[in-house]
């Protein structure tokens, strides 16, 4: 079993930067792509970006030019820089491995 660990939330004003982080258990971390999801109030969970197991990275067409999807196998750990936070980025965040694994979330809010 995969438990991953979510942290680096907080709250942002607009155009400011936050960190997050996605620790996880086990030794299958490197064989896996790894995604960032988000979910705001009332809406539907949506991904936010993709790293393969071998560094191929996708974002979302929201996200791009903003946010940088990446990870360290040698601590079993990813992270999404986000930088130029908007309102609208307020959310949720999950990491999820495509094992088939999710983390707890961590929430993001920007607002001044």
């Known amino acids: 079993q995969v438990q991953l660990v979510e942290s680096g939330g907080g709250l942002v004003q607009p155009g400011g930067s936050l960190r997050l982080s996605c620790a996880a258990s086990?030794?299958?971390?490197?064989?896996?792509?790894m995604s960032w999801y988000r979910q705001a109030p009332g809406k539907q969970r949506e991904l936010v970006a993709t790293?393969?197991?071998?560094?191929?990275?996708d974002y979302a067409d929201s996200v791009k030019g903003r946010f940088t999807i990446s990870r360290d196998n040698g601590k079993n750990s990813m992270y999404l820089q986000m930088d130029s936070l908007k309102p609208e980025d307020t959310a949720i965040y999950y990491c999820y491995s495509h094992s088939g694994y999710w983390g707890q979330g961590t929430q993001v809010t920007v607002s001044s």
């Open positions: 790293i393969s197991s071998t560094g191929s990275i």
């Open positions: 086990g030794s299958i971390f490197r064989l896996y792509a």
